[in-house]
């Protein structure tokens, strides 16, 4: 029998049992939608994630040292905190055998408590404070990095532009070079120089949101003055919007401004850097590591660490996400096992009620495989209609979904997916009821009735 | 055995099991039809006649004997070759007609040609002739249940026919007939016969035997030449 013949039949059959079809296709169709949102979903997902990470480079790694938080900074202490840490790297540099744990002790012992003053907090914690020396400590002795910096941040009351009272932002202290480490770009001005650095100066960068929030445009903000903590500040330059991060600096909501300059008017040594570096190659990234912590370990025993890289922030984020899509289709193929339950049920009760046409088409001469193709058909047919009126229904579905804040991203791929998964259910479920039917003796089929 | 038997069987069993009973419908049946014969069967109701008929027609095994058709030992046959000499040797008239419901008159009548791998077109042409010799030229779009019992027979006998087969197998093809319609239906057969078809008839009905170029008579599985 040809095959175009068959699929008149099974059309035929398909077109007089309308009602019977919808009811056996809608776990197809519910299978099918749930395949189509969830590979939307995932997608979805995976278009945040990258979209987060835009601004990050892979190769980063941010080392930093987890701080007890502090209250507002005095200025006597940051003041003995500040020659504390400089009096133990005079100590490490002139005697590196000895001195280096009495350097730490003289921290514990005597500068701690000095800064601490009548705070309730354990005297236990030791306070570390990474420096551009422990930059430069890592950047000589740990190969395979192309760049490196050191920032921190701290809240500061801002004045000046539209601002009514005071307002607190985010003011960060940078070197040079950060702009160009986390690709920022600048709309207008130059980002802060090195020199900026070395002599102090009171000149500041503002981000895009931050300069349009006090000065109501970043052109206008370009060279006025901003107020921070009661100094007036520059502004050389307004960078060009960044969009929101998942890591580091919030930039479109920040203040830069020389890292020195900082540490002299805002802080002094009570900051809680991070240095971020840059491996040249991503691949050395779980040994640069490892350096890494030899390096700080030698300045600071038995001191934790955070180094977070940018690719295994990133890899979580992908990781925890791809989590979520594999338990969704995990939910889909489930859906999909009580849909072909539901088909093959429908199927071996119709294969019941037609036994009288089995026993009459192999009477005829109908082969065994034609009346397995036939039926297997109908299976087919029956979860291809059901895939494609599921693939309309998730269509339907999305924008409900997409309103109540979950990112979908619907794809050819995902219902060319969805639609494959609906022949093969059906084609899998099919095949039973078929096959008992093809082997059925003429006479018995025929006398069923 | 001869070239031009066109049925030869030897020593034919058939038992149905009924519970612990064996039920023995045919017991130990020689039958012999030549090429070209129209032969009848005769017999009384629950006699065997239908058993019989469905192991001519290939669509029942037999429990021992053999059974040779155009010398082909169908006893022995797989149910591959079985499906292919239906479909192309034998024209098989149902005593309850048996049409598919789901499909139209003109549908059901060319299944076997679709079968055999005709287009739709070509199969419909072949069987025009037929069709409007059974006068169901004005019915082909109806379905089955919405026919007379004598024009279900009728369409049964089409489709039997079109497929132009060697041997016409006809169980009780008037019973369901008026006087003239089952009269015509013989005329046909007379003339299928005459034109050299192979005929084997079942009926209970001495006039319809009449018809038949012998009778031989089936009484409790036994067969009486
Ligand atoms: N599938 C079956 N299972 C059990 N017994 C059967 C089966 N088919 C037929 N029989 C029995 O075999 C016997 C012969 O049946 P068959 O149908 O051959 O009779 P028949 O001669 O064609 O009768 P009728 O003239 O009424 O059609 C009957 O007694 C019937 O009950
Ligand atoms: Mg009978």
Redesign the interface.
């Known amino acids: 029998?040809?095959f175009?013949?068959i699929l008149?039949?099974v059309r035929?059959?398909l077109i007089?049992n309308k009602f019977k079809v919808l009811l056996t296709s809608i776990g197809i169709i519910v299978g099918a939608a749930t395949i189509v949102c969830v590979i939307a979903i995932g997608r979805g997902g995976q278009a945040d994630v990258a979209e987060q990470f835009r601004n990050l480079n892979a190769g980063a790694m941010d080392i930093s040292c987890e701080q007890p938080q502090k209250g507002s900074s005095s200025r006597g202490a940051n003041a003995a905190g500040a020659s504390v840490r400089s009096a133990s790297n005079t100590a490490k540099k002139t005697d590196p055998s000895a001195s280096k744990q009495s350097g730490r002790s003289e921290k514990n012992v005597s500068g701690y408590p000095a800064e601490l003053g009548g705070n309730t907090q354990t005297k236990s914690t030791r306070r570390i404070t990474l420096s551009v020396d422990d930059m430069d400590d890592i950047t000589s002795a740990v190969a395979g990095l192309s760049e490196a910096t050191i920032t921190y941040t701290t809240k500061q009351n801002i004045y000046g532009g539209n601002i009514e009272d005071t307002e607190s932002y985010t003011v960060a202290g940078t070197l040079s070079d950060y702009a160009r480490l986390s690709n920022l770009s600048m709309l207008f001005g130059d980002y802060l120089s090195d020199a900026d650095n070395e002599n102090k100066q009171k000149v500041c960068v503002l981000g895009y949101s931050a300069a349009k929030k006090i000065f109501g445009s970043a052109d206008q903000a370009y060279d006025s003055l901003v107020y921070i903590a009661d100094r007036p500040y520059t502004v050389g330059g307004v960078l060009a919007q960044q969009g929101t991060v998942e890591s580091g600096i919030s930039a479109d909501e920040a203040i830069f401004i020389p890292y020195a300059t900082g540490i002299k008017y805002l802080t002094g040594s009570n900051i809680s850097p991070t240095i971020t570096i840059i491996a040249s190659d991503v691949d050395n990234i779980s040994s640069i590591i490892d350096n890494v912590k030899a390096v700080l370990a030698q300045s600071y025993p038995d001191a934790e660490f955070t180094i977070s890289d940018a690719g295994s922030k990133m890899e979580a984020a992908n990781k925890s996400n791809r989590t979520l899509t594999l338990m969704l289709i995990a939910m889909a193929c489930i859906v999909f096992i009580i849909g072909g339950i539901g088909i093959m049920n429908v199927l071996f009760v119709s294969v019941k009620e037609r036994t009288?046409?089995i026993?009459?088409?192999?009477?005829?001469?109908?082969?065994?495989k034609?009346i397995l193709l036939e039926f297997i058909m109908e299976a087919c047919c029956i979860s291809l209609i059901g895939g494609l009126l599921g693939v309309l229904l998730s269509f339907a579905v999305t924008p409900v979904l997409t309103g109540f804040g979950l990112r979908m991203e619907l794809s050819v791929t995902g219902a060319l997916i969805a639609l494959g998964f609906c022949i093969v259910t059906g084609t899998v479920f099919g095949f039973y009821p078929a096959w008992k039917a093809s082997r059925l003796?003429?006479?018995e089929a025929?006398s069923s009735e | 055995m001869s070239a031009q038997h066109m049925i030869c069987m030897h020593n034919v069993c058939k038992s149905y099991k009924m519970g612990s009973e064996q039920l023995r419908v045919l017991k130990n049946v020689d039958f012999t039809v030549n090429k070209g014969e129209f032969t009848a069967i005769l017999g009384p109701s629950g006699s065997g006649k239908s058993t019989l008929m469905?192991i001519i027609?290939c669509?029942?095994?037999l429990d021992s004997g053999s059974y040779e058709l155009n010398g082909i030992p169908i006893h022995r046959t797989k149910?591959?070759e079985l499906?292919?000499?239906?479909?192309?040797e034998i024209g098989?008239i149902?005593q309850n007609y048996?049409?598919?419901?789901?499909?139209n008159v003109m549908?059901n009548i060319i299944?076997?040609l679709?079968?055999?791998?005709?287009?739709?077109k070509t199969a419909e042409r072949n069987c025009r002739e037929i069709i409007s010799m059974l006068g169901l030229s004005d019915r082909l779009a109806h379905k089955p249940s919405e026919l007379s019992g004598g024009q279900r027979q009728r369409v049964a006998i089409a489709?039997a026919l079109c497929?132009k087969p060697s041997l016409l197998l006809a169980d009780e093809p008037t019973g369901a007939l008026d006087q003239s319609s089952g009269a015509e239906v013989l005329a046909l057969f007379k003339k299928l016969h005459e034109m050299g078809n192979t005929i084997v008839m079942i009926t209970h009905d001495m006039n319809v035997a009449k018809w038949a170029h012998r009778t031989v008579d089936l009484i409790d599985g036994e067969l009486i030449q």
């Open positions: 029998m040809r175009t013949q008149d039949l035929i059959n007089q009288e046409e026993g009459i088409l192999k009477a005829i001469g109908g082969s065994k034609v003796v003429p006479v025929l | 469905n027609g669509m029942d095994n149910e591959k499906a292919r000499i239906r479909n192309h098989f149902f048996h049409l598919i419901p789901t499909y549908q299944m076997p679709l079968m055999r791998g005709q287009d739709r489709r497929s």
